[in-house]
């Protein structure tokens, strides 16, 4: 059964900084790897998608990495803004799953 | 990127009744739709799949007969919680896809209330 972890749960940091969040998965076998930002009381947008073929994907400040072998994937998230602050969630699509399977999250928070 | 929309965004209905809530791919034909249910600080938990035109697939532990999905068109997907009870508040979402493992979107999210 595949399970996501996600570390840190929080994380604070002055606005400007780079920084790393980073997503676990138990089993390699996946499709694809997505990266989702959330709002309070908000739905999920999409951030970046990650084929199982691929090693990253970029999206302006946004850069995801992933490594099946080592069942890891990282979200670098370059010159922080306080807009960036939400909870990033990392998902799994499977191999015996047709659905997603969700982190708990990372709960941004950007200080300006 | 596509676009999905949920309606309502909040609802607060009395214990006993009915809530139906509504996900709409807007520019695209979802042949998969999912149905999440989200706790408070918690991720997302499955509660069922959908395929246009045939029934869903509830996740274990999750009541078939209280949470009524019906997909009947490629573009909308519906979520009816039957005699609600408070402890079916929640944050529920809907997620869409166009193919077996294309990258999934989702609404923006119900924020039902039941008192």
């Known amino acids: 059964k595949q399970e996501v972890t996600q570390i840190p749960a929080a994380l604070s940091v002055p606005e400007g900084e780079n920084l790393v969040l980073n997503c676990s998965f138990t089993?390699?076998?996946?499709?694809?790897l997505q990266w989702f930002r959330q709002d309070p009381g908000k739905g999920l947008t999409s951030l970046l998608l990650?084929?199982?073929?691929?090693r990253e994907q970029t999206s302006g400040r946004l850069n995801a990495s992933l490594d099946k072998s080592s069942g890891r994937s990282t979200l670098y998230i370059a010159a922080s803004q306080p807009g960036d602050s939400a909870t990033y969630l990392c998902?799994?699509?499977?191999?015996?799953?047709?659905?997603?399977?969700f982190g708990k999250g990372t709960k941004l928070s950007v200080k300006p | 990127g596509a676009v999905v929309s949920q309606h309502p965004s909040r609802v607060i209905c009395k214990s006993g009744t009915s809530v139906k809530i509504e996900c709409r791919s807007l520019?695209?034909?979802?042949?998969?739709m999912f149905w999440y249910r989200q706790f408070p600080k918690q991720s997302l938990m499955l509660m069922a799949t959908?395929?246009?035109?045939?029934?869903?697939?509830?996740e274990q532990g999750v009541e078939k007969d209280k949470f009524l999905i019906n997909h009947a068109s490629l573009t909308l997907s519906t979520l009816t919680v039957t005699s609600a009870h408070p402890e079916d508040s929640s944050f529920y979402i809907c997620?869409?896809?166009?193919?077996?493992?294309?990258?999934?979107?989702f609404g923006q999210g119900t924020r039902l209330t039941v008192v």
């Open positions: 997620s869409a896809r166009w193919g077996a493992n294309t990258e999934a979107f």
């Open positions: 089993d390699s076998a996946i499709y694809n």
């Open positions: 990650i084929q199982s073929s691929q």
């Open positions: 998902a799994i699509l499977g191999g015996s799953q047709g659905n997603l399977i």
């Open positions: 520019d695209f034909q979802a042949t998969t």
């Open positions: 959908s395929n246009e035109g045939s029934k869903a697939t509830y």
